[in-house]
């Protein structure tokens, strides 16, 4: 943005008013157009608060950011010129004279102008331009305290920003002068790696300062390297503007940051439910059970998977619990009903918090979970579910476990209940492709239910008429068998190809009447050879189990050897293919699709009939 567009915005919120009326209290802040220099410069340490999401941004923004910062540095006569820009408001709380600062809204930007500054030292360090790298560092990232009482050279140096992390990676790996080899530990912290490591290669990338100095590429040495990350450096630090705004004291830090992010601005749900819980849960001694519940949440699903979005299981949890709501409608949602008394902030994380755990073995479900050998067929359809890639069903899943941990269902119906939703879900989504419309309501329904069950047999009911409902919504015979004729894996075409290994796998138990095999443990045969290059030679009916061994030695056979070949094979499934064609010479395309049609007849009307 340009110097223009600056000088508006200021216009904008300094006129806005220094005083404005907030549910009936008048809030006093102050605003200031600043430079990163006039902000970092200062002997000042921000501190993200404890509301404050993580932070979020991916490579998209930092193209964005970086091409800003670009775009306003022009080589003119072999010198750079440099135009200011407008890069937003940050909001903070406390005494302005003081020396911490609550970071209320803007830490996303701060923490990327800390990224590139601590990608700028490190390349300067690297450049054998340490002495300016350590100045720059000294100035904007790491400051000394006054303290004449201290003699220890260490103990009185601070962070100018402080990310108050469970972890300590931002700090180690990206703001110490002499970096440590941390380990990433959430997503967070992959995001700060990922925007460190963009920054790093950026700045000596020889395609970008071809196109700034004009030159041949050949022609760009460490001196032109140096002149282009001080550049950047002084674009950053010098001709960036911030609005800085101060607000005299946190408690109405929480208000101002809802209002701020309630226009348009990219926070999701999520993180404005964190803002009214922590808001509402001020109390941090002697525990601060705010932050413990909410890190709680964002540990187990960083432990499962670490780009989950937590707005996702946020929203599923509300589905189960009130009614179906859209992501953009939750915190609205949620909100209503903290007004209504319906609910309060700390009864509502701390189920959320402990719901947490079990969701995440929805999310991402592992065998040691399941390790009791009655268990297995649960962690079978967990895993199904997962690589159907469906997530409709989760809230009532949520109910579904919580109705058996209080022994309103039977081990046998919460297994049994499972096993029909895994069905389903094959039938209607992974081969039938059907519109999902009404079944999230369907689930949601069932899953309130379910929890507002006053007995056994109520929930028994509850399980039942779900049943009725999702076999009303399965397909066809004729729809789901053309479906299935669709699906293919070679290998130019992989997408389905752990889907084909879930269904030879299922077929296979369903004939052993056990669990012993695993859906990634197939290797999946081509019959006629892929080498032929036909359209059909990835359908379903071209495709047998195989383990490896098998699989290496029968590739180049014709298919007679290559029937004695599979006999071999631990797969009942594929000894009784062997059976059926020892008589058969070739393999065509007529008996490929009569062998797929076969498979999805049976898969229809007996192993996924519900």
């Known amino acids: 943005m340009n110097g223009g ?43 993200v608060s404890r509301n404050q999401r993580e932070f979020s941004w991916v490579e998209e923004q930092l193209q964005e950011f970086w091409f800003d910062l670009l775009s306003n540095i022009k080589l003119i006569d072999d010198k750079f010129e440099h135009q200011e820009y407008f890069l937003g408001t940050i909001v903070l709380a406390g005494n302005e004279d003081g020396f911490r600062l609550s970071i209320v809204d803007g830490q996303q930007r701060l923490t990327i102008i800390t990224i590139l500054i601590c990608a700028i030292c490190q390349r300067l360090k690297e450049l054998d331009n340490e002495s300016i790298g350590k100045s720059f560092y000294d100035n904007y990232i790491e400051g ?93 630090t010098t001709k960036i503007k911030i609005i800085r705004v ?65 707005t996702n299981y946020i929203r599923h949890w509300w589905s189960g619990h009130y009614a179906v709501v859209s992501e953009g409608s939750l915190y609205k949602s949620f909100k209503q ?34 390790r009791e050998q009655h268990a297995k067929q649960i962690y079978y359809s967990l895993l199904s579910l997962k690589i159907f890639n469906v997530s409709i069903c989760r809230p009532f899943l949520l109910s579904l ?5 209080c022994k309103k269902i039977r081990y046998n119906e919460l297994s049994s209940t499972l096993k029909m ?99 990634l443990d197939i290797t999946l045969e081509h019959i006629t050879p892929q080498a032929t290059g036909l359209h059909y030679i990835g359908m379903v009916g071209n495709l047998l189990p195989l383990g490896s061994s098998g699989n290496l030695q029968a590739k180049t056979a014709n298919f007679t050897k290559k029937v004695k070949i599979y006999n071999k094979s631990n797969f009942i499934y594929t000894k009784k293919f062997c059976e059926e064609n020892k008589n058969v010479d070739t393999w065509d395309e ?8 076969e498979i999805a007849l049976l898969a229809y009307n007996t192993v996924w009939k519900i």
Request: aromatic content about 12%; glycine content about 2%; proline content about 2%.
């Open 421 to 519: 939703i895994e069905k389903f879900h094959f039938l209607f989504n992974a081969i039938g492709s059907q519109r999902p419309s009404g079944v999230e309501n369907t689930y949601s329904f069932a899953a309130r239910r379910l929890l507002e069950a006053k007995s056994k047999h109520e929930a028994r009911g509850v399980l039942l008429e779900l049943k009725e409902k999702l076999i009303n919504r399965v397909p066809s015979e004729s729809t789901f068998v053309q479906k299935f004729k669709e699906i293919k894996y070679t290998k130019k075409k992989t997408t389905h190809r752990r889907l084909i290994q879930y269904i030879y796998a299922t077929i296979e138990r369903n004939i052993r009447g056990n669990d012993e095999v695993v859906p």
């Open 144 to 236: 000394v305290s006054i303290d004449e009482g201290d003699d220890n050279k260490d103990s009185d140096k601070y962070f100018k920003l402080d990310r108050q992390s469970d972890s300590d990676f931002f700090k180690l790996a990206i703001q110490f002068y002499n970096k440590t080899n941390e380990n990433t530990n959430n997503l967070e912290d992959e995001l700060l790696k990922q925007a460190f490591n963009y920054f790093y290669e950026k700045l000596t990338s020889i395609e970008t300062i071809v196109e700034k100095f004009q030159i041949q590429p050949e022609k760009v040495d460490s001196q032109a390297i140096i002149k282009f990350i001080r550049a950047v450096a002084k674009q950053l």
């Open 246 to 310: 101060i607000v005299d004291n946190e408690d109405d830090a929480y208000v101002i940051f809802e209002i701020l992010n309630a226009r348009g601005m990219d926070l999701d749900s999520a993180d404005l439910i964190k803002n009214k819980i922590f808001s509402d849960m001020r109390k941090s001694h002697p525990v601060d059970y705010a932050e413990k519940g909410w890190n709680k949440m964002i540990n187990d699903f960083s432990d499962r998977n670490k780009n989950f979005k937590l």
């Open 590 to 597: 007529e008996k490929i699709n009569n062998k797929t049609e």
């Open 5 to 47: 567009n600056y000088l508006k915005s200021y216009r904008v919120i300094t006129n806005f008013a220094l005083q404005i009326d907030l549910l009936g209290a008048i809030m006093e802040f102050k605003a200031h157009p600043l430079s990163v220099d006039n902000l970092f410069s200062l002997r000042k340490q921000y501190y």
């Open 401 to 405: 476990f919580e109705a058996f941990s």
């Open 337 to 370: 009903k903290i007004i209504e008394g319906e609910i309060n902030s700390e009864s509502f994380l701390t189920k959320i918090s402990n719901d947490a755990s079990v969701y995440a073995k929805i999310l991402d479900p592992r065998f040691d979970d399941w």
